[in-house]
């Protein structure tokens, strides 16, 4: 039994490392072999990259032998090939994306039409791709690249001109199978690319239908096809007499002609003519204005998910937003230290005051997607965040109060960032005190207010919002809204050796966090100087033991480790102000859930953290603020005469005369019976029976 050739030997052992190496963590190459057949191929270079050097040599394929991968001659470009090395996206400190492209000044293959069909390639070659470190080879990538004449990029479709024909008298796609710019497709005959010789090659086989060229296709009605067989008697006398070149794809084609964008009348008038009644004082809704008869604007979310740069401000309408911005595009704008915005009154003007902070942990608002190795370039600011107070007075505008947190960049850092933008419109008289959710009830969209009894700075309930990795080291707090369903979560970062009375007490105490109130208002002006009175206490339910451990402790296992924060809030309907309904809670209970943790391991266990996933989710349960009255004796035996088992519902057989109906008062549908009763027994009396009976 012979060995086998070496050129294969060779390639397997490079298939079998880049198989192996991921298992231990060394520096591979994904994947470890391309077949090349375009002008350009990409792979991944996964691992530890720092310090490492990549090379592009070309192999001398002799006889089947191939020379031993060294890298001694470190260049990034040969005769026809160069190499481009970018960081990645996602991970640029633990992996490189790795091109190879071929030169455009250098392609060998031919343009001649009579060997576009050539069955050999006309460029075979060997490349290998080396990674090193220090003048040691760390990885191989060997690309075997066949390029046949045939190839796009043979050709350079940019030299022709393609030529739109008159889309009224010919559709637009005369040859859909034309698919290949400057070179010829198989089977599509109407290819003005493909010479007489080679259509020959698949003359019977020819793509038919629309999309082999047939833009043109006679349809069963017209009279000119009246030999179609299968065609009725009575076809040539209701058959459709019309020219062959009247395609029924014409009518998706005009002119073609571009003609620009008509602005609808809203927007040139929301641009040009401003409807400016601030003189006048605001009402609530109406957009804030400056001297310049301009929206003061603030960026907001859209209802599509956007983010509107120049949304006008609406006068007593609190928002907070969050945008995404990307660094590059980023200007800063300076325009609320010089704005001047009217305040409601004839000639009264109102002047911001800003106040600057610096941002303690940039990184939680902006994502790199590159890192910059040189920190001696210029720096600039960005806005993070920008806070903005409104204090009014009936109908007037007071005092407006801005804090902008901004955070130092490099100057050419490219990335994302994620900006917050707040509003808060506040009474002029009011000072430190704690904002309402409602009055008296809670108002949709709310914060839920709560108190702890032990220290007042605590007032309301937590969700947590998680930024960058999502671990619970950075994650901030949201607060939970009234009537708004709701789960968040974060990770907990977990050894192998972690000690599962650790764990417990951690998971708890990040839990915890979230709920550190111990009352709850029942309505959304409740007081705070008065806990004893519309003030609920929170139900905790089941709280978990952090010191009960199992008699057998096993590392990387740990049992009953609290996952999740169950939050169940009861509100009902507590009667109506001006027609409005008023929602109050009636009771809150906490609860937490379980889970068993063992420690995720690959095909061997690293002492490396593990990521333990805790959540916590809010639900409001609304019940019926009266409980429905009991069933009656008769009602239980007698079950036929229930409207809710029965197609058949006695009960409601004069349905507007019973307090089922709810269409409108009780009183009119009384009036309007009675009114009906009154003319039947009207049509009775003057009835003929009625008559003849008076006459007997």
Not at 297 to 314: E, H, N, R, W
Not at 508 to 520: E, F, W
Not at 522 to 550: K, V
């Amino acid at each position: 039994m012979g060995l086998p050739p070496p050129s294969p030997l060779f390639l397997g052992l490079l298939l079998l490392q880049g198989v192996l190496r991921p298992l231990w963590g060394d520096l591979v190459f994904i994947p470890a072999f391309i077949h090349m057949t375009g002008p350009a191929v990409s792979a991944s270079l996964v691992g530890g990259t720092e310090d490492v050097t990549v090379s592009l040599a070309l192999l001398q394929d002799k006889e089947g032998l191939l020379p031993v991968p060294a890298c001694g001659v470190l260049t990034n470009e040969t005769e026809d090939w160069s190499l481009t090395v970018t960081p990645t996206v996602i991970r640029p400190e633990n992996a490189l994306d790795v091109t190879v492209r071929l030169k455009r000044g250098r392609q060998r293959c031919s343009s001649n039409e009579m060997d576009s069909f050539s069955e050999s390639p006309c460029m075979v070659q060997t490349l290998l791709v080396s990674a090193s470190r220090n003048s040691s080879c760390l990885a191989h990538l060997l690309i075997r690249v066949e390029i046949y004449a045939n190839s796009s990029l043979a050709h350079n479709a940019s030299e022709n001109v393609t030529v739109i024909p008159n889309q009224v008298y010919q559709p637009l796609g005369p040859c859909p199978c034309n698919l290949t710019a400057g070179a010829c497709d198989l089977r599509c005959c109407c290819d003005q690319e493909c010479s007489s010789n080679l259509t020959e090659l698949f003359r019977e086989a020819c793509f038919t239908g629309v999309f082999g060229g047939d833009v043109n296709p006679e349809f069963d009605h017209l009279c000119s096809v009246q030999e179609t067989p299968g065609a009725p008697g009575w076809f040539p006398f209701l058959c459709v007499q019309s020219s062959p070149a009247n395609s029924p794809f014409l009518g998706y084609f005009y002119h073609g002609s571009v003609s620009p964008r008509q602005h609808s009348s809203f927007e040139v008038n929301l641009h040009t003519d401003l409807r400016d009644f601030s003189d006048f004082g605001y009402k609530q809704g109406d957009p804030i204005m400056t001297v310049d008869k301009t929206y003061f604007t603030i960026p907001q979310v859209s209802l599509a998910g956007q983010c509107v740069q120049d949304a006008p401000v609406a006068f007593l309408q609190n928002f907070d937003v969050r945008c995404t911005t990307n660094l590059e595009v980023y200007r800063e704008q300076d325009g609320i230290i010089n704005a001047k915005i009217k305040n409601g009154a004839v000639g009264g003007i109102v002047t911001p005051k800003v106040t600057y902070e610096e941002a303690a942990d940039p990184d939680k608002f902006i994502t790199r997607t590159e890192t910059l190795l040189s920190n001696e370039s210029a720096s600039r600011n960005v806005n993070v965040e920008e806070h903005y107070i409104f204090r009014w007075n009936n109908n007037t505008i007071s005092e407006i109060n801005v804090t902008i947190i901004r955070a130092k960049i490099n100057a050419h850092q490219k990335g994302s960032m994620t900006q917050r933008f707040t509003v808060k419109f506040l009474s002029y008289n009011s000072g430190d005190e704690k904002e309402f959710s409602g009055n008296p009830g809670y108002q949709l969209g709310k914060p839920v207010r709560a108190l702890n009894t032990n220290r007042l700075n605590e007032t309301t309930l937590h969700l947590w919002q998680s930024a960058g990795r999502g671990l619970c080291a950075s994650a901030t707090f949201k607060p939970i809204l009234f009537g708004e369903n709701a789960l968040s979560g974060c990770l907990l970062e977990v050894a192998i050796h972690e000690n599962c009375t650790q764990l417990r007490e951690n998971a708890v105490k990040r839990l915890d966090s979230l709920i550190q109130a111990t009352h709850v208002a029942m309505r959304g002006n409740s007081d705070y100087n008065h806990p004893s009175d519309d003030w609920l206490e929170i139900i905790r339910a089941d709280a978990p033991d952090t010191g009960a451990d199992p008699p057998v402790s096993v590392n990387g296992i740990c049992v009953d480790i609290p996952a999740r924060l169950h939050i169940r809030i009861l509100i009902s309907d507590a009667g109506a102000v001006e027609g409005i309904t008023q929602q109050e809670i009636v009771g809150i209970e906490t609860r937490f859930s379980t889970v068993n943790w063992q420690f995720q391991c690959g095909l061997t266990c690293e002492d490396k953290a593990d990521l333990f996933p805790v959540s916590a989710s809010v639900q409001f349960i609304k019940i019926p603020a009266r409980l429905p009255r009991p069933l009656t004796r008769f009602q239980i035996n007698f079950t036929e005469y229930d409207c809710n088992r029965n197609e058949v519902c006695w009960p409601q057989l004069l349905y507007p005369l019973t307090r089922y109906y709810q269409g409108e008062a009780y009183s009119q549908c009384v009036a309007k019976s009675l009114l009906l009763v009154s003319f039947l027994v009207l049509a009775a009396f003057l009835s003929n029976p009625w008559t003849r009976t008076r006459k007997a």
